[in-house]
């Protein structure tokens, strides 16, 4: 692609693009990204002295804009030299908040049939009252004519003990969207126990295409930190299921999350080969390692959770072995480069969490908490919004805080990646991607993303 340079117009680096030089399996090359315009570009070692001249230099001539430099410019990483770029960021900022999207984080049930040594719920709530379910098939049913997207986080407790209200809220929505002309899609967070095959299908058919099931290691370890209810062990029922869901010839994919802590970090080396040779090669099923955090459960004192150094030092080393071994790379890394892609949906004004019995929430982990408690969904469609304690999670980020606006991944996390972790320790909430970008770019390049 060919962009031809007007009379008198120079082009710069974008404040927002990053070139790394990276090794690995794939030799030596460079990955060049912008939080703006979200993109990612893999470089030769055959382009990486022209693509480091071209982003330190100023581009003055039509000559000097073609071939290489032409490419540069159409995906963002080079700008005119007088776009104000900082505007620009703004102006991304104000328009998350008008988006004609829709995102409804819903609780089918608040009861969970695992207990797991590090979760913060309290499961004081059962399954979603009658009430809350007309009151969302009604919300839905007026919002469709309103936004072009509505997209459904189903989560809990663990969403498939309540199968059926998912099966008649989706299709009810489906429906509202259809005539609303609204597009509409979904995803899960389950612990994977209930996921056959069977239900996997049903829940396609209902358009729940991405999931995030929880293994956190060997049978030993995770039966030990993942056990059911009444006790007993997850791991042999989990991994049959995952199984038996790789037969399943459909669009769909799963987030393997694995998270780690002081106890089970020692053998996952070893765990990631066996969970490979299960699920390896399918690029449906993605890795993504997480650390455990003191999230607010009545165990958090006492959780083996690492440091932060130790933290981010792990997270990669493991996604990278993972990749090694032969599992791809889960799609949440990439997404999180995205514009706007690490911004949490308590941010979002558009956005909201809804409990089972009608609690409206910004956050999904704090429900105990009262500046999280912020209106009530009725039997009637309706929401009753306290708006002033909406604003403490949707314009906490860069709004408030200079330092964000400055930052080079201000687009992609607007200083928003968790508004609760900045309310509760005062500090940057700046994701994984940001503070390790070198690591994160290196495991992509290394999967090959173009
Ligand atoms: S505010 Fe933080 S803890 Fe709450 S849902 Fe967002 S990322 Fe999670
Ligand atoms: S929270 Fe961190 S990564 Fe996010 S915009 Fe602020 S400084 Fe940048």
């Keep these: ?53 071209l982003l330190n230099g100023v581009i003055e001539t039509p000559e000097d804009a073609e071939g290489l430099a032409g490419e540069l410019l159409a995906a963002g990483f080079l700008v005119p030299a007088d776009a104000d770029e900082l505007r620009r960021a703004s102006k991304f900022h104000e328009a998350l908040k008008t988006a004609g999207t829709m995102h409804l984080v819903l609780m089918p049930t608040e009861a969970c049939n695992f207990r797991c ?3 913060y719920q309290t499961f004081k709530r059962g399954a979603m009252t009658r009430d809350v379910i007309e009151g969302l098939k009604t919300y839905v049913r007026k919002a469709a004519e309103r936004v072009g997207h509505l997209s459904v986080s189903w989560f809990g407790g663990e969403p498939l003990l309540a199968f059926d209200a ?18 509409y899609s979904a995803d899960m967070s389950t612990n994977g126990y209930g996921l056959t095959k069977e239900k996997l299908a049903a829940l396609i058919e209902r358009q729940v295409r991405r999931y995030m099931i929880t293994v956190d290691g060997e049978a030993g370890v995770h039966d030990r930190r993942r056990k059911l209810r009444g006790g007993g062990g997850t791991y042999r029922t989990i991994m049959d299921n995952l199984r038996e869901l790789r037969s399943l010839d459909a669009e769909y994919t799963v987030d393997l999350r694995v998270n780690f802590d002081e106890d089970n970090i020692a053998g996952l080396k070893t765990w990631l080969n066996e969970l490979s040779a299960l699920l390896g090669g399918d690029r449906r099923f993605g890795l993504l390692v997480r650390p ?15 440091d932060r150094t130790a933290s981010d030092r792990y997270l990669w080393e493991l996604a990278e072995y993972g990749r090694q071994a032969g599992l791809p790379i889960s799609g949440a890394v990439a997404d999180a ?36 408690q912020v209106g009530k969904l009725g039997r009637d469609g309706t929401m009753r919004l306290d708006r002033d304690k909406i604003a403490l999670w949707t314009d906490s980020g860069e709004e408030q805080d200079a330092v964000c606006r400055a930052c080079f991944y201000r687009p992609a996390c607007q200083g928003n990646h968790c508004p609760l972790y900045r309310m509760r320790t005062g500090k940057r909430p700046c994701p994984h991607e940001k503070r390790k970008l070198k690591r994160a770019l290196g495991l992509l390049w290394n999967d090959h993303v173009e």
């Design 1 to 53: 692609m060919t962009v031809r340079v007007g009379e008198g117009q120079h082009w710069v680096a974008s404040r927002y693009t990053r070139f790394i030089s990276v090794e690995g399996d794939r030799g030596v090359g460079g990955m060049l990204y912008n939080s703006y315009t979200g993109a990612l570009a893999s470089v030769s070692s055959e382009e990486q002295g022209e693509v480091a001249r």
């Design 117 to 119: 040594a590090y979760c």
């Design 166 to 183: 998912i099966a008649e809220l989706s299709d009810s929505f489906m429906d509202s969207c259809r005539r609303g002309g609204a597009r």
């Design 292 to 306: 455990v955090g003191r999230w607010g459960g009545p165990r958090d004192a006492q959780l083996p959770v690492c």
């Design 337 to 372: 480069l995205m514009p706007a892609g690490s911004v949490c949906y308590a941010a979002k004004p558009n956005a909201m969490v809804v409990g089972t019995d009608g609690s409206l929430y910004k956050c999904s982990v704090a429900l105990d908490d009262e500046a999280n």
